[in-house]
């Protein structure tokens, strides 16, 4: 959806936004409203009115979208399964454990850098 706003060249309305992802508009009300809490989009009142980013694409990225629609808190949080049951290992032998947010990946990409739909170069490239 931030996708598709962001490659629009006038504010996208919400029952188009809708149509186009095949969601119910009360779904995508609640994912606009985050997504404009977190200062990624905004809504342009009037007859041609719809939603457009708050700022440049390329300032956004995939995992600001990810945390104003999910929040920040991990998609995943380890129970450590290994250390449980019959064959359970005790946690000094196991390998250290891997940091609960590995966004930092995600916020090196901004959105201006996916390719639109049908964009079959790649990003950065001018050909």
């Not at 995992?63 to 946690?91: H, K, M, N, S």
Request: hydrophobic share 40%; with cysteine.
């Amino acid at each position: 959806m931030i996708v598709v706003v962001s490659a629009a060249e006038r504010p996208v309305p919400a029952v188009r936004l809708a149509e186009l992802h095949d969601v119910s508009s009360s779904y995508l009300a609640k994912q606009l409203q985050a997504l404009s809490r977190a200062g990624l989009i905004r809504a342009a009142q009037g007859y041609a009115g719809g939603y457009e980013l708050a700022r440049p694409a390329d300032e956004i990225t995939v995992l600001d979208v990810v945390e104003a629609v999910d929040g920040p808190q991990p998609a995943f949080t380890c129970t450590e399964i290994r250390q449980r049951g019959p064959l359970a290992t005790p946690p000094e032998v196991l390998p250290a454990a891997v940091p609960d947010r590995p966004g930092d990946v995600g916020r090196r990409r901004g959105l201006a850098r996916i390719p639109a739909r049908g964009d079959r170069r790649r990003p950065g490239s001018d050909r």
